[in-house]
């Protein structure tokens, strides 16, 4: 599986992005997907991922009201939808794809096998 994100940019504190994911591959919907985002001197932490059929989305607490992840399996795509943007949230996102089953791994990246090439978003104060 091959990922490329895009729709990163700069915007101001309040404002809104859509970034997207799209995948290669006829394997996309076998695959959970996730935002990962990486700040500078900072490591690596998980946004919000979904199940392989959309039915489950999960949110690191910081996004939980603001951020909301979606997919299209017909268009290999997942999406993530982010509103009310703070400061705080500038960084470089990353998509990932990964066989996860048990709930409780999609929130850290070793369960991940496909990573995106990253999209930087900046949020002005």
């Known amino acids: 599986v091959q990922l490329q994100a895009s729709g990163g940019g700069l915007v101001q504190a309040g404002g809104s992005l859509r970034l997207s994911c799209a995948a290669s591959g006829r394997t996309f919907s076998n695959n959970a997907m996730g935002w990962f985002r990486q700040a500078p001197g900072k490591e690596r932490e998980f946004v919000a991922a979904?199940?392989?059929?959309?039915?489950?989305?999960y949110y690191q607490d910081s996004g939980k009201g603001r951020f909301t992840i979606s997919r299209e399996n017909a268009k290999n795509t997942v999406y993530l939808q982010m509103n009310s943007l703070k400061p705080e949230d500038t960084a470089v996102y990353y998509c990932?794809?990964?066989?996860?089953?048990?709930?409780?791994?999609?929130?850290?990246?070793?369960?991940?096998?496909?990573w995106g090439q990253g999209t930087q978003v900046t949020v002005s104060s």
């Open positions: 990932a794809a990964g066989r996860i089953c048990n709930s409780g791994n999609y929130y850290y990246s070793r369960y991940y096998d496909y």
């Open positions: 979904i199940s392989r059929s959309g039915g489950s989305t």
